[in-house]
């Protein structure tokens, strides 16, 4: 079992930058792809970035080049650098962990465990 607890969400301008961080306990000690997704209201979770074991990184295309996620995998910890948040970002922010490499990792099914949620808000 792994327990995930983001923190980091707020209130922020359009134009601005948060970050957002998922801190992992439990049985850290295997090899998981790190997730984030995001759910706004009345729409469905989608994928926003994962990072493998071994730090190899994937976004989906819309926050390409604005957001970086990044694992410290000792603190076991990871994170996710949003910046020139757009209102349409406007979500609450979900970790998730899945057991071994990016197969499909997308994909919210894939995914094993999953943190609490953390609001962020851009207003424009």
């Known amino acids: 079992q792994v327990q995930l607890v983001e923190s980091g969400g707020g209130l922020v301008q359009a134009g601005g930058s948060l970050r957002l961080s998922c801190a992992a306990s439990?049985?850290?000690?295997?090899?998981?792809?790190m997730g984030w997704f995001r759910q706004a209201p009345g729409k469905e979770r989608v994928f926003v970035a994962a990072v493998s074991n071994g730090g190899i990184t994937y976004y989906e295309f819309s926050v390409k080049g604005r957001f970086t996620i990044s694992r410290d995998n000792p603190k076991n910890t990871v994170d996710l650098q949003m910046n020139s948040l757009k209102p349409e970002d406007t979500a609450v922010y979900y970790c998730a962990a899945v057991l071994g490499n990016c197969y499909g990792c997308y994909s919210r099914g894939r995914y094993d465990y999953w943190g609490q949620g953390t609001q962020v808000t851009v207003s424009s």
């Open positions: 439990g049985r850290t000690d295997r090899p998981y792809t």
